[in-house]
Each structure stands twice: as C-alpha cells, then as structure tokens.
T-cell receptor, first 115, second 114 residues
Framework: AQSVTQLGSHVSVSEGALVLLRCNYS??????LFWYVQYPNQGLQLLLK??????LVKGINGFEAEFKKSETSFHLTKPSAHMSDAAEYFC?????????????FGAGTQVVVTP | EAQVTQNPRYLITVTGKKLTVTCSQN?????MSWYRQDPGLGLRQIYY???????DKGDVPEGYKVSRKEKRNFPLILESPSPNQTSLYFC?????????????FGSGTRLTVV
C-alpha cells in the first residue's frame, strides 16, 4: 500500500529564510510523487511532481524537491520565503497500476511566514 | 479554461436532508474522484470513477453515493447527512492510465451539517 508522512503539521519561517517541508513515502512500486499547495479558501494547486525522470524537480513559485530513493523522501524546499508562500502544503504519492488513479495524501503542513 | 467546477461553494444543511454536490470538468478526463479534507487528516478519498458508469469506493465511502452518467459530471450525493459529514469536499479529475499526471482540483465545497 502507498502512504505518505509529512513531518510537522505547522512550520513557521521568517521572510527570506529557507523553507523546508519534509515528506517521506512508502510505496510497493516505483513511486510517482507530488506536492500540492492550498491557499486559503481555494482548491489544491500542483506545485511539482516526480515521475522517474530527474531526481531534482523544479516547480512553480521557486519551489523544488529532490527525490531520494535511499531515504524514501521527497522534501520540498524554497531558498527564500515570501509572504505569499503562507499556505498549506500536501505531499502525495500515486497509486499502483491496480489503483493507478488514486493519490494518497499526507496530513499536510501549514506554513506561516513572519516578517 | 481547463477546470473542475464544483457547486455550491458553501452549504449549511440539517441532519437527514438529502443533498447533492455537483462536479463538472471540461478536460475530457476519464478519471474523477471525490475527497474530503479534515484538519490533521489530509485528504481522504470517498469515491472514484474510471469512466462513465464505472465507480468504486475509496477509503471513506460510508454515507455517500455517486453516479457517472456522463463523462464530464460526477455528483456526490448525501442521502441522509449527519454532523460527522461536516467537512471540506473536493472533486478532482485526471487522465486515465497516467500515474504521473496528477489531479486537477475543484475549488471545494464547505459543508456544514447541523
């Protein structure tokens, strides 16, 4: 079965500081991994995804994530936080070919950016 | 514009009064799914559909029904809502057969059952 663990339900960062959100996964097949962002009162928007090509994936708004198979991790980073990065972030892993369409989500990490 | 449209955005109802949340997508996606979002639990899948007339249960299907009579529409039906179904609901769609495609999400429906 596929599963995702996000470490830290809340993260507070200063404007201009590094943003690091942690995601570890479990998958019985080569994983496809996603990061989504949810701004207040909005749906989820795709930030970036790993689909077995390059292990360092660049996304929108300056975010990137690195797939590390040995650590079963897919951590999300941004070098310099902006006030507009305040949102909730979800890591997700794609299902197997039997349940291929299903995304299994982590519990989410709320990011607060302080001036 | 490619999008998933949910209605209504906000809904307050009373226990036991049947309701339907509509979902429509304009991307010709085969796969559609309903999720509920609760604090600390992330998103949990309620039902999904791989194509017209093909639906199946997700992780938390109790108390919900769905139908897929047309490719673009995937309504969520609560025949007898209860307070534990108070939640934020999302409809999503995707391409069938592509594990790496990801989802396009609707804007969400915030449901309160009193």
């Amino acid at each position: 079965a596929q599963s995702v663990t996000q470490l830290g339900s809340h993260v507070s960062v200063s404007e201009g500081a590094l943003v690091l959100l942690r995601c570890n996964y479990s998958s019985s097949v080569p994983p496809y991994l996603f990061w989504y962002v949810q701004y207040p009162n909005q749906g989820l928007q795709l930030l970036l995804k790993y689909t077995s090509a390059a292990t360092l994936v660049k996304g929108i708004n300056g975010f990137e994530a690195e797939f590390k198979k040995s650590e079963t991790s897919f951590h999300l980073t941004k070098p310099s936080a902006h006030m507009s990065d305040a949102a909730e972030y979800f890591c997700a892993v794609s299902g197997t070919t039997d349940s291929w369409g299903k995304l299994q989500f982590g519990a989410g990490t709320q990011v607060v950016v302080t001036p | 514009e490619a999008q998933v449209t949910q209605n209504p955005r906000y809904l307050i109802t009373v226990t036991g009064k049947k309701l339907t949340v509509t979902c429509s997508q304009n991307m010709n996606h085969e796969y559609m799914s309903w999720y509920r979002q609760d604090p600390g639990l992330g998103l949990r899948q309620i039902y999904y559909s791989m194509n017209v007339e093909v639906t199946d249960k997700g992780d938390v299907p109790e108390g919900y029904k769905v139908s897929r009579k047309e490719k673009r529409n995937f309504p969520l039906i609560l025949e007898s809502p209860s307070p534990n179904q108070t939640s934020l609901y999302f409809c999503a769609s995707s391409l069938f057969g592509d594990r790496g495609y990801g989802y396009t999400f609707g804007s969400g429906t915030r449901l309160t059952v009193v």
